[in-house]
């Protein structure tokens, strides 16, 4: 089924054009347009204004500042793609979202849901902002990609696509891919038994394998047998809503830092193993707050309890915060 994105932007020209310019003339994007599953549609926001300077924005009411987007060329825009008010149109299967640094923080989950649409319309705000009543009466709701302020909407819009369209189906090799990465959904291997705490991972000796069975390209694509052995570890194993765990290539030895012993050693239950560990202790330095809502294992607790993460909540919240 084909998703569609509509953004509406006074600057077009940002999101480039296939097949090789900008978000979606390249890489994941530029494939899932090609290849149909997916298509982009950007609107120039001036083309909905009415005066021979094209003005979309205007001075805030109130005093202050910059200046604000007017309501009318938004509407119009929106009203040129069928998109009637948001108490008069049917809401399923479809979002017309702000851009906003006062929106709702996007997140995988976000993506994961975003994904499920069949339509997304991305509007991105400038200047001081957007008048508040497109957000009341125009948009289903405000996301936003972090707690910084962007000068405009577009690079918001376009991390969106990107994080969403590659969950589609069919875009990454493996269908389940997108499970099996940081914040991913797939289960952590409970099946696997996570022996007593291991110490640092030592350094290899020899060259690991160039790519493990099911190894794909997001940029090209799956090579042309992407399944995985039986017994074979995924390329991607984290998952259960931690960090990926850290990758490796050749060389085996680059600036005088060797790959780790283990990956070298074609054990896959201990490749497994270390990757799981090296996972959390990677969400433990970088992310502790993820481990607050992931679904760990006994072994993974007592691991991280070799580590010295105690599982205190609010302890973890303070270290990611400062
Ligand atoms: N006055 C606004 C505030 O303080 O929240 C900032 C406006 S910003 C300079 C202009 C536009 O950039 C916004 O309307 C929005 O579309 C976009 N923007 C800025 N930060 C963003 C963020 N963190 N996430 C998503 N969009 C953002």
Redesign the pocket.
């Given at each position: 089924m084909l998703m569609r994105f509509d953004i509406l932007t006074i600057f077009p020209e940002f999101f480039g054009a296939l097949p090789n310019q900008g978000i979606v003339g390249h890489g994941v994007v530029s494939r899932a347009l090609r290849s149909g599953v997916a298509s982009a549609h950007i609107h120039d926001l001036r083309c909905f204004t009415h005066d021979r300077h094209r003005t979309v924005d205007d001075r805030p009411f109130g005093g202050g500042e910059?200046m604000v987007?007017k309501p009318q060329p938004i509407y119009e825009a929106l009203e040129s793609l069928s998109l009637l008010p948001r108490s008069q149109r049917p809401g399923s299967g479809q979002a017309v979202i702000?851009?906003?640094?006062?929106?709702r923080r996007?997140t995988q989950s976000t993506a994961r849901r975003l994904a499920t649409l069949q339509r997304v319309v991305l509007?991105?705000?400038?200047?001081?902002?957007?008048d508040e009543r497109v957000a009341e009466m125009l948009c289903d709701e405000e996301?936003?990609?972090?707690?910084?302020?962007?000068?405009?909407?577009?690079?918001?819009?376009a991390?969106l696509l990107d994080a969403t369209v590659r969950l589609l189906p069919g875009v990454l090799g493996h269908a389940d891919s997108s499970l099996y990465e940081s914040f991913g959904e797939g289960e952590a291997n409970p099946t696997v038994p996570v022996p007593a705490p291991a110490p640092a991972p030592a350094p290899a000796q020899a060259a690991p394998a160039p790519h493990g069975d099911g190894w794909t390209s997001e940029e090209t694509g799956p090579k042309p047998n992407p399944e995985p052995s039986p017994g074979v570890p995924r390329s991607t194993h984290a998952a259960s809503g931690i960090l990926d765990y850290p990758h490796y290539t050749r060389p085996a030895e680059f600036l005088g830092r060797s790959v780790p012993d283990v990956l070298a050693g074609g054990d896959h239950l201990a490749i497994r193993r270390w990757r799981r560990q090296a996972a959390l202790a990677k969400t433990l330095a970088n992310r502790p707050d993820l481990l607050l809502t992931a679904e760990l294992s006994e072994d993974d607790r007592k691991y991280l309890a070799s580590l010295g993460y105690t599982g205190d909540a609010e302890a973890a919240g303070h270290a990611h915060s400062r």
């Open positions: 910059g987007l702000l851009l906003s640094a006062q929106g996007f509007l991105c705000g400038r200047y001081e902002g957007v996301l936003s990609i972090g707690d910084y302020v962007l000068s405009g909407g577009e690079l918001a819009a991390v």
